[in-house]
């Protein structure tokens, strides 16, 4: 049953009641009320009413901030993602309330992005949005169809492919030796990223604990991908921490993802090395390792990927070398 009242300030309030079921809305105009009413009706007698009062009283930032709150300090990789977050609640469509959420503003927005940062970077953004907006519907009760569903996304850009020389990975170990005020983990740190193929959080979180020197391996109780995985060491690697120094704490590198970025650029720099990021070093590690195992299952043990197909795009063959091997 529907009932309709004008408020004090003009408005019209629609109300409908059905079993337990009270819903209302306020309107500018009795007409629209009205309309309203009828079709609220309907729906309930069909059992397709969607409830959006607490979408249209929540904004997108809102619902940012508490997945800030509430999840992330859950998920790994949670530091980065706050700053990411964070920047993500200030930009205008977070200002929009949850049902103003649509397809096409979730476009514009995509489209404005695009003139400012790259592809991949729109591509995480939205994989942001739709992993917030799902959770937002099964846990809070935010009763909107996820918007970013209905969007084209930008084109997945070529990954990278990057492999220094001999020459070049040379000139950035040598810009990375422990004089002045440089760091005296860098080294180490780039060193065995070559050698392990880990990934730099792997690394950074990495305690004397979970080396076995003895048995030549380290334990990563928790991966990216959510397993854990035991990495084999090279007699190589072996020497690399043997010859570094023990810090108190247990960590053995007890250095920050910031601290790692910066010493690391400014060491690229020096070395007058040009577009070579510190994942990059995975990529070269990985390729180096196919040399030594080629049976893929081995390889993908050792680099921590679940598909083959993401871990062909962590291997850069050497066309040259391929064709000495054809013979």
């Not at 079709?39 to 930032?61: I, Y």
């Not at 999840?71 to 205008?92: E, F, N, Q, S």
């Not at 854990?228 to 690697?237: D, G, K, M, Y």
């Amino acid at each position: 049953m529907a009932t309709l009242r004008k408020r004090n300030n003009g408005h019209w309030q629609a109300r409908v009641r059905k079993a337990n079921q009270s819903i209302t809305k306020t309107f500018i105009n009795k007409i629209d009320a009205e309309r309203w009413a009828k079709q609220t009706e309907v729906e309930l007698d069909k059992g397709s009413f969607v409830n959006l009062g607490l979408a249209e009283r929540t904004t997108f930032a809102e619902i940012i901030e508490r997945y800030i709150v509430e999840v992330l300090p859950t998920m790994r990789g949670g530091t980065a993602d706050y700053i990411r977050l964070k920047a993500l609640a200030r930009r205008p469509i977070a200002k929009l309330n949850m049902v103003a959420l649509t397809p096409q503003k979730i476009a514009q927005h995509r489209d404005e992005r695009l003139k400012e940062i790259a592809p991949a970077t729109v591509i995480r953004e939205l994989s942001y949005f739709s992993s917030i907006i799902t959770y937002a519907r099964k846990e809070w009760g935010i009763n909107i169809n996820n918007p970013v569903a209905l969007i084209t996304k930008p084109k997945n850009p070529q990954g990278r492919t990057r492999i220094l020389d001999a020459a070049e990975t040379n000139a950035l170990l040598d810009a990375l030796r422990p004089t002045g005020r440089r760091s005296i983990w860098m080294l180490p740190l780039v060193k065995l990223a070559l050698e392990t193929a880990m990934r730099r959080s792997e690394l950074l979180g990495l305690r004397w604990e979970h080396i076995d020197l003895g048995r030549r391996t380290i334990f990563l109780r928790l991966t990216k991908n959510g397993t854990s995985r035991t990495v084999p060491l090279s007699t190589h690697a072996v020497q690399i921490l043997t010859e570094m120094p023990r810090n108190i704490d247990g960590r053995v590198f007890p250095v920050t993802h910031e601290v790692v970025s910066q010493a690391f650029n400014r060491a690229r720099k020096r070395a007058g090395v040009k577009d070579i990021r510190f994942h990059d070093l995975r990529h070269m590690a990985i390729t180096r390792l196919a040399e030594k195992l080629p049976n893929l299952i081995e390889l993908s043990a050792v680099s921590g990927h679940k598909s083959l197909a993401m871990l062909k795009r962590y291997y850069h063959p050497n066309a040259e070398q391929l064709a000495e091997k054809l013979g």
